[in-house]
């Protein structure tokens, strides 16, 4: 199947190499903070071997501009974990208005390997309150309040009991981390193989009209929504009954969208607020040009695990068993399609 694979893809990547050779300037990539996105070894591959190989890079302080400067073809955005001000969002909104992509890596619910490391057992997930709801909303998604399981899972080491006082440890699926497939043949994610997820929400389109919406990445058939206050425990399926509720189908994980994207801000400024903006050099548009963005309901996708006698490991990389899914492919394809014309 990875032969095939690999077969298929050739086709693109002549493609994008006559692409590249054909290019006049190099697109400007920001890696927007300020609402503490990770800026540590955790992002190494995604920046080290994605956006700084691939185009001119700069990491964008939000608060550090009055206006996202248009110079920038694209912005990702991975785990903000602070709320976003309505200063902060009407500046990536009137960044959307004026064709400015935008990939968004969103965990609404806290849920971390360490905090059930630091536990033992099991906590409770709790929402991050990251105030872009209504943002993505007016685009055209909602990412639920909730957390998505899979039977199709990655696999870490679990204790499954002890031989003489010494813990058992096995390699097992762990299904808060999905493996994640794309069924709409988009050729973003087009053959690729699985793209690891960790505690992902799941995510739904609303209606907005003339958005145009394609799920990239799902969940396998065999999966279940555990909805707010949700719970995170090292055995969360423990009987045939329990393994029954896992039939919700395909769960929507990743989404693309096209279209004229309507203002969050159309009727909610005063007007010393839109001569305020003019003023530093553009009005308040109330409706995009022909536009697109990615959704993403889990802001580890890009994330990179980090050992302590490899340092970082490639993004989607298992560190323990050292099998790498396809992660940066998912994010380099995904940027590609959002800059090239």
């Known amino acids: 199947e990875s032969l095939n694979k690999a077969e298929a893809l050739l086709e693109y990547k002549f493609a994008n190499a006559i692409r590249q050779l054909q290019q006049d300037t190099i697109p400007l990539i920001g890696y927007l903070a300020g609402n503490g996105e990770p800026v540590s070894y955790q992002v190494f591959d995604l920046i080290d071997h994605v956006l700084k190989k691939n185009y001119a890079f700069r990491i964008l302080p939000i608060d550090s501009v009055n206006q996202i400067p248009p110079v920038f073809k694209a912005l990702v955005i991975v785990k903000p974990v602070v709320p976003f001000s309505d200063v902060q969002k009407l500046k990536i909104d009137q960044y959307v208005m004026q064709g400015g992509k ?11 390997m360490d905090s059930l490391q630091r536990v033992q057992n099991e906590f409770i ?11 993505l909303f007016k685009y055209g998604v909602r990412i639920n309040q909730d957390l998505v399981q899979d039977l199709n899972a990655e696999k870490i080491p679990s204790v499954v009991g002890s031989v003489g006082g010494k813990p058992q440890i096995q390699v097992l699926p762990w299904p808060y981390f999905p493996l994640l497939t794309n069924y709409s043949g988009h050729p973003i994610a087009k053959n690729l193989d699985y793209v690891l997820s960790q505690f992902p929400n799941s995510i739904d389109t609303v209606e907005a009209k003339g958005i145009k919406k394609t799920i990239l990445l799902a969940t396998s058939p065999e999966a279940r929504i555990l909805a707010t206050p949700a719970k995170v425990s090292w055995q969360s399926i423990e009987s045939e009954a329990d393994l029954r509720t896992f039939n919700k189908g395909a769960v929507p994980v990743a989404i693309l969208l096209e279209g004229n994207f309507p203002s ?10 839109k001569a305020e903006w003019q003023n530093a050099g553009q009005p308040i548009s109330t409706i995009s040009v022909p536009n697109k963005m990615i959704v993403i309901a889990d802001g580890d996708i890009a994330m990179n695990a980090v050992t302590e006698k490899e340092g970082p490991l490639p993004m989607g990389m298992n560190a323990y068993t050292k099998y790498q899914y396809a992660n940066r492919e998912f994010i380099q394809n995904s940027i590609e399609y959002l800059v090239d014309e």
Do not use: K, P, T
């Not at 935008?102 to 971390?112: C, G, K, Q």
């Not at 997930?125 to 943002?135: C, M, S, V, W, Y």
């Not at 969050?264 to 607020?273: G, K, M, Y």
């Open 125 to 135: 997930a709790f929402d991050r309150g990251l105030n872009i709801e209504d943002q």
């Open 264 to 273: 969050l801000f159309s009727n909610r400024l005063s007007a010393e607020q």
């Open 102 to 112: 935008v990939i968004w890596m969103i965990d609404n619910l806290y849920a971390e």
